[in-house]
Structures are given as structure tokens and as C-alpha cells.
């Protein structure tokens, strides 16, 4: 191995990052979805410079999200997977780490490596979760991302994981509810209720489940399983126990609070769950755990770790019971 050539490519991760990101912002990929196109019409359908994009699009092809053949582009399997309309499309992920606030929070990652402190609070002056607050683009950027990325995670729970013991399943934080519909399509006779910000689940699909608005630090609604899918992962220990300490007076007899997390002792993909816990530090504060610090975080709740069951994506679900 050439050592030097390849830190070099490592060090270059930036520039391919930034430009998948402009190129699903630019929807080249679902512009390209019906049929190939020649540099003239793909810059006419997508509002860019001609020599621009041409300059953008030798890059992606180099990249393998695109082929072309003289002079015509169109989408590989990879360039198809950055269409919005994808099955576990990476559009949303892709739009939103090319953001400002998100992008900023990364050069100070020197900052919170030498502090402990968290770089977004450091160089916005709040925490993330205010500062979306204040910025519904940012925001609305977000909930795409984590939809984008929920899609893939959550279909590898409900194949993994049997829901049916349960009478009704609270889906704690979970946002527009992409989990808990695939657990009660898959779990029919299972019911479901969606527990999130008022704000957020406002812009949930309420026919199949009940909705909910609240703030897990006040109470969390009561259900036979409380799944909470990267939610923990988002805070330090303090309110992680607080959070789960409401799940435990919520939770019926003989019920579950169940974890969708990825865990650093475990994981299949050690880089990508390593690089979560990294952003978990300079964005939110939180961090990424192992099965023992788990154990730990849920005995301070007074709830046991029971199992761990292995998804076909990074995350598990780790069981747990009332003590």
C-alpha cells in the first residue's frame, strides 16, 4: 500500500461528500431518472452553468454515480439510489449534510475534541435542537435526513424483531412514524401510538395509529413497548436516564422498552458507527455506546438489559425490562 496516496484519498472525503450533496440538492439524479441526457438538457432542467456542471458531473462519473457515453449522462445503480424517490433513498442525508450549520459543526470538531464541549453550542451559541427550532429550513432539512435514513433502519427492525407479543407499541420521538407503520403493517393486529414534538408529528399520517404530542422529559404515553429508534444515542447520560425513566413508569407489566441503536462493541460496520458517535459529540452532545454502557444507562432507570437482537443494518434492538 502506498500509505501516503492513500491518506491523501481519506483527506479528500470532504470534497466527494460536498459533491454528492450538491448533486442531490440539484435533483440531478431524479432528472435523470426517466431517460439519459446531453450536458445542454441536464444544465436547462437543473437552473446550472453549462461548464459548471460539466466540470461537476466529470467528478460523479468518476465516482461511478453516472455514466457518460458520448457526451450523454444518465444514472448507474449508485446515481439511482440518490433519487428522492428511491427505496431507502440517500437524497435526504445527502441535501442535508451539505447545510451550513452542519457543515460548520465539522471544522470545529479540533474545538470539541479538546474541550469535551459540544462544537455546535460552541459555534452557534445554543444547543441543535433550539437552533432548528429558530431555522425551520434547517429543520425541515433535517426531518428529510432522517427520513432518508429511516426507511432502511426500519425495515431491517420490524424483519428482525417479532413485535407481535405486544399489545400496543409506543413509538417514542419517532418523528413522522416510518418505524411504527412498518411494525403495524407487518404486526396488523398490533396497535400503535406516535409520540413526538407536537410540532413534528403534526406532519404525520394519523389513519393507521394514534397521535401524540408531548416532550419525553415531561411524560411519555403508556404502551406495552416503548421503542425509542436513535433517540438515546442524541443525549449525554443525565437526560438519557431522565428519558428512560419516564419510558419505565409508562411501560405496562410484563412490557419492554426497546432501543434502536447502534453499538460500538458490536457493530458490523465499526467505521460507520465509530463516525456516528464522533457527530453525536459535536452535534448534539450525545455519543454512541456499548452494550455495557447501555446496561449501565438502563440499571440507572431501574430497567434490565435483557437481549440484543442483530438487525440487518448497523443498529440493534436492545431489549429491556422493568427491574
Known amino acids: 500500500m502506498d500509505a501516503s496516496r492513500e491518506l491523501f484519498r481519506l483527506i479528500g472525503g470532504y470534497q466527494v461528500s460536498q459533491a454528492i450533496s450538491a448533486a442531490a440538492r440539484l435533483r440531478i439524479s431524479d432528472v435523470l431518472a426517466?431517460?439519459?441526457?446531453?450536458?445542454?438538457?441536464?444544465?436547462?432542467?437543473?437552473?446550472?452553468?453549462?461548464?459548471?456542471?460539466?466540470?461537476?458531473?466529470?467528478?460523479?462519473?468518476?465516482?461511478?454515480?453516472?455514466?457518460?457515453?458520448g457526451g450523454t449522462f444518465a444514472n448507474t445503480e449508485l446515481g439511482a439510489a440518490l433519487?428522492?424517490?428511491?427505496?431507502?433513498?440517500?437524497?435526504?442525508?445527502?441535501?442535508?449534510?451539505?447545510?451550513?450549520s452542519?457543515?460548520?459543526?465539522?471544522?470545529?470538531?479540533?474545538q470539541s475534541i479538546r474541550t469535551g464541549d459540544t462544537a455546535f453550542s460552541i459555534l452557534h451559541g445554543e444547543p441543535v435542537w433550539e437552533y432548528r427550532a429558530r431555522h425551520p429550513d434547517e429543520q425541515d432539512a433535517f426531518d428529510a435526513a432522517m427520513t432518508s435514513m429511516a426507511d432502511a433502519v426500519s425495515s431491517a427492525v420490524v424483519a428482525a424483531y417479532d413485535f407481535s407479543r405486544y399489545g400496543t407499541v409506543v413509538d417514542v420521538g419517532g418523528g413522522h412514524g416510518r418505524l411504527l407503520l412498518g411494525i403495524l403493517e407487518r404486526y396488523p393486529t398490533v396497535k400503535g401510538v406516535l409520540f413526538d414534538q407536537?410540532?413534528?408529528?403534526?406532519?404525520?399520517?394519523?389513519?393507521?395509529?394514534?397521535?401524540?404530542g408531548g416532550d419525553f422529559f415531561d411524560s411519555v404515553p403508556g404502551g406495552d413497548a416503548l421503542v425509542l429508534k436513535s433517540v438515546i444515542h442524541d443525549w449525554a447520560d443525565a437526560e438519557s436516564i431522565a428519558i428512560?425513566?419516564?419510558?419505565?413508569?409508562?411501560?405496562?407489566?410484563?412490557?419492554?422498552?426497546?432501543?434502536v441503536e447502534q453499538?460500538?462493541?458490536?457493530?458490523?460496520?465499526?467505521?460507520?458507527?465509530?463516525?456516528?458517535?464522533?457527530?453525536?459529540?459535536?452535534?448534539?452532545?450525545?455519543?454512541?455506546?456499548?452494550?455495557?454502557?447501555?446496561?449501565?444507562?438502563?440499571?440507572?432507570?431501574?430497567?434490565?438489559?435483557?437481549?440484543?437482537?442483530?438487525?440487518?443494518?448497523?443498529?440493534?434492538?436492545i431489549e429491556a425490562a422493568a427491574r
Open 244 to 259: 428512560l425513566r419516564n419510558c419505565r413508569q409508562a411501560l405496562r407489566p410484563g412490557g419492554r422498552v426497546l432501543l
Open 83 to 100: 433519487r428522492a424517490d428511491a427505496p431507502r433513498s440517500a437524497a435526504g442525508w445527502a441535501r442535508f449534510i451539505g447545510t451550513g
Open 102 to 110: 452542519y457543515w460548520q459543526t465539522y471544522a470545529a470538531l479540533e
Open 34 to 69: 426517466t431517460s439519459p441526457m446531453s450536458l445542454d438538457e441536464l444544465a436547462a432542467a437543473t437552473g446550472t452553468d453549462i461548464q459548471a456542471l460539466a466540470r461537476l458531473m466529470r467528478a460523479l462519473t468518476t465516482l461511478g454515480l453516472y455514466t457518460a457515453d
Open 263 to 317: 453499538l460500538l462493541d458490536l457493530s458490523p460496520d465499526p467505521v460507520r458507527t465509530a463516525f456516528s458517535d464522533l457527530n453525536m459529540l459535536i452535534m448534539t452532545g450525545g455519543r454512541e455506546r456499548t452494550t455495557d454502557e447501555y446496561r449501565t444507562l438502563l440499571a440507572a432507570a431501574d430497567l434490565e438489559l435483557v437481549d440484543t437482537v442483530a438487525t440487518a443494518s448497523t443498529t440493534f434492538v
Open 198 to 212: 407536537a410540532d413534528v408529528v403534526a406532519g404525520a399520517s394519523a389513519d393507521r395509529f394514534q397521535v401524540v
